[in-house]
């Protein structure tokens, strides 16, 4: 239980930090970020392998670049359903989600 708190609040400082740096990515406050990140972990953990499954052979032809779509997509998808979390555009989405996908797995690392 506490290593997924820990995991929900890393993903909500990875939001907030891709915040502030991204133009185009806006969160109004701690809240917003961790009903995001809370949403993002349920989306990457039940729809992205599904995506991945029915995209394969697109992803097999752009040698894995094609899962950054798929990010970026399920990023916006949670950004339009959840107040206080904004994305302008698909470059921003593609930028955010790249960066996110970092900051957590440097953060997921540190906390092991």
């Known amino acids: 239980m506490v290593s997924l708190l820990t995991r929900i609040l ?13 133009p185009g990515v806006t969160i109004t406050g701690l809240y917003p970020a961790i009903v995001a990140a809370v949403i ?8 992205k392998p599904i995506l991945v499954i029915l995209t394969l052979p697109i992803t097999i032809l752009t040698l894995g670049l094609f ?20 994305v302008d555009g698909f470059l ?21």
């Open 10 to 22: 890393l993903g909500a400082l990875a939001l907030l930090i891709v915040a502030e740096f991204i």
């Open 40 to 47: 993002l972990g349920l989306l990457n953990t039940i729809v």
């Open 67 to 86: 899962i950054f779509i798929i990010n970026a997509t399920l990023f916006m998808f949670a950004a339009s359903f959840i107040d206080g979390f904004a």
């Open 92 to 112: 921003a989405a593609l930028l955010a989600s790249f960066l996110v996908s970092i900051i957590t797995t440097i953060g997921n690392k540190l906390i092991d």
